[in-house]
Nanobody, 115 residues
Framework: QVQLVESGGGLVQPGGSLRLSCAASGNSFSIYSMGWYRQAPGKQRELVAAITNGDSTNYADSVKDRFTISRDNAKNTVYLQMNSLKPEETAVYYC?????????WGQGTEVTGSS
């Protein structure tokens, strides 16, 4: 089993920044990619950004040029630097870790944009 511990969520003013972290630990698990998804109230969960173990990245169009995903392979940790946050980006942000045959979700960290 793999445990994912997320941190960094909170209340942020429009235009503000937050940095999310997700650390993976547990049984030996070959990680292929790590990513962040978000789910706003009443909406489906959507991809925000993902990064492979080869550092290839993929971003939702809505966050390009504002969000940056990175990872520390030695620490099995993925980060999401979020800049210029918008109130409509209020959501629960979930970390997802993908292996060859399995994937795991974190418990989510809440990001709330104040107006």
């Amino acid at each position: 089993q793999v445990q994912l511990v997320e941190s960094g969520g909170g209340l942020v003013q429009p235009g503000g920044s937050l940095r999310l972290s997700c650390a993976a630990s547990g049984n030996s698990f070959s990680i292929y990619s790590m990513g962040w998804y978000r789910q706003a109230p009443g909406k489906q969960r959507e991809l925000v950004a993902a990064i492979t173990n080869g550092d290839s990245t993929n971003y939702a169009d809505s966050v390009k040029d504002r969000f940056t995903i990175s990872r520390d392979n030695a620490k099995n940790t993925v980060y999401l630097q979020m800049n210029s946050l918008k109130p409509e980006e209020t959501a629960v942000y979930y970390c997802k870790v993908v292996g060859i045959t399995r994937y795991f979700w974190g418990q989510g960290t809440e990001v709330t944009g104040s107006s």
